[in-house]
């Protein structure tokens, strides 16, 4: 069964700069999380997608941070216009359904703005 | 709001000693609880995932512990080795497939 998949694994901008990550989850997977991490931190939930509706997206920074799931597989996250506190790892996870299922993570984004 | 809290942030046991991390959580109305397993630079590796209905969970030199109603988790890991060295990461499942973490606890393995 193929992992959650993340892209791209790095990437550096400067402050002021756009930036969207790709996240597809595991076939099947009706949730999807995007999660925000900042060194020595716990994962942020960013926003929580069941399908292609958002659960919950109350700690997005909606003046600057947006993401859809189109079609209610793939997702992207969007920053724009970074700022340096964004440096971070931004993690995707799914899961199969609600209830009590299992969470998998893809391997992460590390940003760094500059 | 679900509060979820690790201690100790951070420790260091020489190898063959057996480890004890311990999570707790404000909330008991949770689906389930996961111990994920994190590296430096890398995503989460889930190790363990115990359902609310049950007290605990196994896998291999891993066990994890479950008492709901005094809302804590502890992650055994016997006889350590330099190899699990990394961070550990647990979360709790709530209401509308919620999943909130807490920081972590950073061990170091000393050969």
């Known amino acids: 069964e193929a992992g959650v998949a993340q892209s791209p694994r790095y990437k550096i901008i400067e402050k002021r700069q756009s930036v969207a990550f790709w996240c597809n989850p595991i076939?099947?997977?009706?949730?999807l999380y995007w999660y925000q991490q900042i060194l020595g931190q716990g994962p942020k939930l960013l926003i929580q997608?069941?399908?292609?509706?958002?659960?919950?997206d109350s700690q997005l920074p909606k003046d600057r941070f947006s993401a859809e799931r189109l079609k209610g597989v793939d997702s992207t996250l969007k920053i724009q216009p970074a700022k340096l506190e964004d440096s971070a790892v931004y993690l995707c996870?799914?899961?199969?359904?609600?209830?009590?299922?299992?969470?998998?993570f893809g391997q992460g984004t590390r940003l760094t703005v500059v | 709001k679900q509060e979820v809290t690790q201690i100790p942030a951070a420790l260091s046991v020489p190898e063959g000693e057996n480890l004890v991390l311990n999570c707790s959580f404000t909330?008991?109305?949770?689906?389930?609880l996961q111990w994920f397993r994190q590296d430096p630079g890398k995503g989460l590796t889930s190790l363990l995932l115990?359902?609310?209905?049950?007290r605990e969970q196994t896998s291999g030199r891993l066990n994890a512990s479950l008492d709901k109603s005094s809302g804590r988790s502890t992650l055994y890991i016997a006889a350590s080795q330099p190899g699990d060295s990394a961070t550990y990461l647990c979360?709790?499942?709530?209401?509308?497939?919620?999943?909130?973490f807490g920081k972590g606890n950073q061990v170091v393995v000393i050969p």
């Open positions: 996870a799914s899961s199969l359904s609600r209830g009590s299922t299992e969470a998998f």
């Open positions: 076939s099947g997977h009706a949730t």
């Open positions: 997608f069941q399908n292609n509706g958002v659960v919950d």
């Open positions: 909330d008991s109305a949770i689906y389930n």
């Open positions: 115990i359902q609310s209905s049950q």
């Open positions: 979360a709790v499942l709530r209401g509308n497939n919620r999943l909130a």
